[in-house]
């Protein structure tokens, strides 16, 4: 897209914003400016009563659960008493198209922004390991194995009985001359084969078959459809991409200190996921459960936090959600993710800007993670371990050779952050000589937000 049409569309954008305003005001007058400031009000209350939901018990945990059902309600009650509903409805309809083009003009796209993919041999023996009991039976229901073996591949099922090892098996197959690993089935078990593939130089292919692929997600790959990741064996294509290691292991998406890993640990967590978490949330909030940590990472030291989450590579930070996708896996550099709360007023704030005192995101090339306790549990890929006290994260830069198939659906552009200033200077009239309203936007990876 040409800096031509990316200033028509941020003029377009705040054009969109004046009529947002221009309706309210010419429908209800002055009298509307009060409606707006409820609706804010409002909307802290909901973001509040939610911090006081998880961070209490009993009585005001209760209290907190009305306030964030009773304040949207009142606001509605509110424009509809006024007449003024459809109003709201058209004003922030508008605005939604306005952030919705804005963010359209400050992206600016290009190849930057795809891995670059290289020419892939076809493999004479790849040895495939498929977990039947992942993402509720997908090796079953897509007929993988039969698929991976009509293509030439061995395949193993970790069936059982009892506990099978999958390093074992890979570092079997290898010896026996594999030239190819993959995996299908979760995370955690690509993450485990992915770091035997690189060790001994060989290509990794994955196959959609877990609960929520985030890893293929990343890659670009079908997740609807686990078979099409077959493909790639005879029309293939080579993605180079980094690897973390973390405690003598590897991690392909991230590790999770703090509140989450510790609530995973927990043994009633697998009967029941929702009461446990919310039992525990409180102690965790307040300090008087689980480990205090700190971080250092790129020359920057995180003290206290309650989340912490080292990545390979760094997530998108673009919306209220927080964490998104990776773009790209090939960086060479950790993602730094760190989460503090101590108040209302700070879960208003991280969530009403994206960022706050709270919140610390960074990258590097090695995190130190330390704690008050000999050890920590850590979440490495969904999978909780125990590892001892001080943890050292470390990137591999384009470690691992993955092999995709030439026809995948791909990695959409990364989302450009709704910087207002920025759009402002686009879409101003005053001639540039460089063509270029402002200069080229930092990546995420250079940006500290604490």
């Not at 009993?58 to 009650?77: D, E, M």
Request: glycine share 12%; charged share 20%.
């Amino acid at each position: 897209m040409n800096v031509r049409t990316r200033r028509w569309l941020a003029r377009a954008s705040f054009a969109l914003v004046l009529a947002a305003v221009a309706l309210v005001l010419a429908v209800a007058g002055w009298h509307s400016l009060t409606l707006v400031a409820f609706a804010v009000i409002g909307a802290c209350a909901v973001l509040a009563g939610a911090y006081w939901f998880l961070a209490n018990r009993g009585a005001l945990r209760w209290i907190a659960l009305v306030l964030v059902v009773a304040a949207p309600v009142l606001i509605l009650l509110a424009f509809a008493h006024a007449r003024l509903l459809w109003v709201a409805v058209a004003a922030v309809a508008l605005m939604v198209l306005a952030a919705g083009i804005g963010r359209t003009a400050l992206s600016t796209g290009g190849q930057d922004a795809v891995m670059p993919a290289g020419p892939a041999a076809r493999p004479l023996r790849p040895f495939l390991i498929m977990n039947p009991r992942s993402g509720g039976g997908k090796v079953i229901k897509f007929a993988l194995k039969d698929k991976a073996e009509m293509l030439g591949a061995e395949v193993v099922l970790l069936d059982g009985p009892g506990i099978v090892d999958v390093a074992a098996l890979a570092r079997q197959a290898v010896a026996d001359g594999a030239d190819l690993l993959g995996v299908a089935g979760g995370d955690g078990t690509q993450a485990l084969v992915a770091g035997i593939a690189a060790e001994h130089g060989l290509p990794f292919l994955v196959i959609s078959a877990g609960t929520r692929n985030h890893f293929a997600l990343d890659l670009g790959l079908d997740r609807e459809d686990p078979a099409a990741g077959l493909n790639a064996l005879t029309d293939g294509e080579e993605l180079r991409v980094d690897l973390g290691i973390i405690g003598g292991r590897t991690f392909v998406n991230n590790a999770s200190f703090g509140a989450y890993a510790e609530v995973v640990r927990s043994p009633a967590y697998r009967d029941d996921k929702r009461g446990t978490t919310l039992q525990m949330l409180p102690d965790l909030l307040h300090g008087h459960r689980g480990a205090r940590l700190s971080a250092q990472a790129g020359g920057i030291r995180i003290d206290g936090p309650q989340a912490l989450l080292v990545s390979n590579g760094l997530y998108e930070m673009r919306d209220v959600a927080g964490l998104g996708r990776r773009g790209r896996l090939d960086g060479g550099v950790l993602g730094v993710v760190a989460v503090r709360v101590d108040s209302a007023r700070q879960a208003v704030e991280l969530a009403r800007r994206g960022h706050g005192n709270g919140l610390t995101v960074l990258t590097a090339d090695e995190v130190l993670v330390d704690a008050d306790t000999a050890e920590i549990p850590v979440g490495i890929d969904g999978e909780t371990v125990m590892l001892p006290t001080p943890v050292r994260c470390t990137i591999q830069p384009r470690a691992l050779s993955v092999i995709v198939p030439r026809e995948r659906p791909g990695v959409p552009s990364p989302k450009a952050a709704l910087e207002w200033p920025r759009l402002r200077q686009l879409a101003s009239f005053r001639s540039h000589p460089d063509g270029e309203p402002f200069p080229a936007q930092r990546p995420p990876q250079d940006r500290l937000r604490s």
